[in-house]
């Protein structure tokens, strides 16, 4: 007689049984830890079904085994994400609980008794389960140092990206479970795509968990993410779709600038030059001192004053980046569009002449560019009159 795994997982662990007494409870953490892996990846394998009574199931059992053996040993790094044994908090109650599996609108649980022995599965409602107190996955830490580290090989990417299907594959069913970080986990993937420019790759992902997991906070760093990726990746129209009106990250000054850059890029490639200078202004004015956002900001504020016509604050901007900021690449940028634009400056009749071209604090026009106006020498002081000029009348 052929039974399913699900149908003799209990009978495995009654001692009572023949298959419980000669097994006893090695078998026991292997159920509980890696049956997910077998339901996932053994089942095309058409190693679940077998016979019971037979010499056979037990080779098929072993073969099994070793299968997910070798595929936790092929991903370490997706090894933390066990479907417990965690604090599961219900409407009605709050116990300690492995999961076993979803079916539909039930989830089945496995509650863990006070002297550690095992209990009968039971099946909880999933509209009556407020939060599952999965803690975070190491994984997540480790996939980050890889994304951020420059020496990064394609290889270690592959691993990381192998690691986190393995625990997207093992919470989809689960991701819309109050604790369980599956979004998290595909937002994770995304940006390892992002630090390899693959933009299409990554705002596949974001949009799945920005439609799936609605109204939550991953959906809302995917949304910016997925925005930020569009611009990169040349679709400005998503991109101010995505990013237009979305309130900023105030925690995160890494993704609120990106955000911003972003934002105003997209706008100036789409004409919109006056919501572009919007985005890059607050970044200048609010968050200056990170990221090189002072210089990065008015070099990219250039070229929208120029769009515009505005040539007082174009000038102004060249000169606060090459007074403050010389060896900084913006600098560089500056002295371009200062050299393009100087004839529009002086024919604008904003400044005197090209001997004047200065500000209201007296900054004068920076040296080194072809064709700048030079420096104006500074008068001579009066003399300090002395005894003897003094009284010479």
């Known amino acids: 007689m052929k039974t399913s795994i699900f149908n003799i997982q209990h009978s495995i662990f009654n ?5 419980g007494r000669i097994l006893g409870c090695s078998l026991e953490p292997w159920i509980l830890n890696i049956e997910y892996w077998i339901l996932r990846i053994s089942l095309p394998l058409k190693v679940f079904t077998f016979h019971v009574k037979s010499s056979e199931s037990f080779y098929v059992l072993r073969k099994t085994y070793r299968t997910a053996l070798g595929l936790a040993l092929l991903a370490p ?4 994400a066990q479907l417990g044994p965690w604090p599961i908090q219900t409407k009605q109650t709050a116990f300690e609980a492995s999961i076993v599996k979803r079916d539909k609108d ?3 649980v496995e509650r863990k008794s006070a002297d550690g022995t095992r209990s009968p599965q039971i099946g909880l409602p999933v509209a009556d389960v407020v939060q599952i107190g999965m803690p975070r996955p190491a994984l997540f830490d480790a996939v980050e140092k890889i994304r951020l580290a420059p020496a990064a090989t394609d290889r270690q990417f592959a691993a990381a990206h192998a690691a986190l299907d393995k625990m997207i594959l093992q919470l989809r069913s689960l991701r819309d479970l109050p604790g369980i970080p599956a979004n998290e986990a595909m937002v994770a993937k995304a940006r390892l795509y992002d630090a390899k420019g693959l933009w299409r790759e990554s705002t596949r992902l974001y949009e799945d968990v920005v439609l799936k997991a609605a109204g939550t906070a991953a959906a809302s760093n995917a949304q910016i993410l997925a925005g930020i990726a569009y611009a990169q990746g040349g679709e400005h129209h998503s991109a101010v779709e995505y990013l237009g009106g979305i309130p900023l990250p105030e925690e995160d000054e890494e993704i609120l600038s990106k955000l911003l850059f972003a934002l105003g890029d997209s706008y100036f490639a789409l004409g919109n030059y006056d919501n572009a200078l919007l ?11 990170v990221h090189d956002n002072e210089p990065r900001g008015l070099a990219a504020a250039l070229a929208c004053y120029a769009e515009l016509k505005e040539w007082e604050p174009l000038y102004r901007a060249i000169q606060e980046i090459q007074k403050n900021y010389p060896a900084h690449p913006a600098a560089q940028t500056a002295a371009e569009f200062l050299e393009k634009y100087q004839k529009e400056l002086i024919d604008a009749g904003q400044f005197v002449d090209a001997a004047k071209l200065t500000t209201a604090d007296g900054a004068v026009a920076p040296a080194g560019v072809a064709g700048a106006p030079a420096a104006p020498e500074a008068p001579a002081a009066p003399a300090t009159p002395t005894n003897e000029t003094s009284n010479v009348q």
């Open 15 to 19: 001692r009572t049984s023949p298959v």
């Open 77 to 80: 790094l997706a090894a933390s």
């Open 106 to 108: 039930i989830l089945w």
């Open 279 to 289: 985005s890059y202004l607050p970044l200048v004015v609010f968050y200056p001192f």
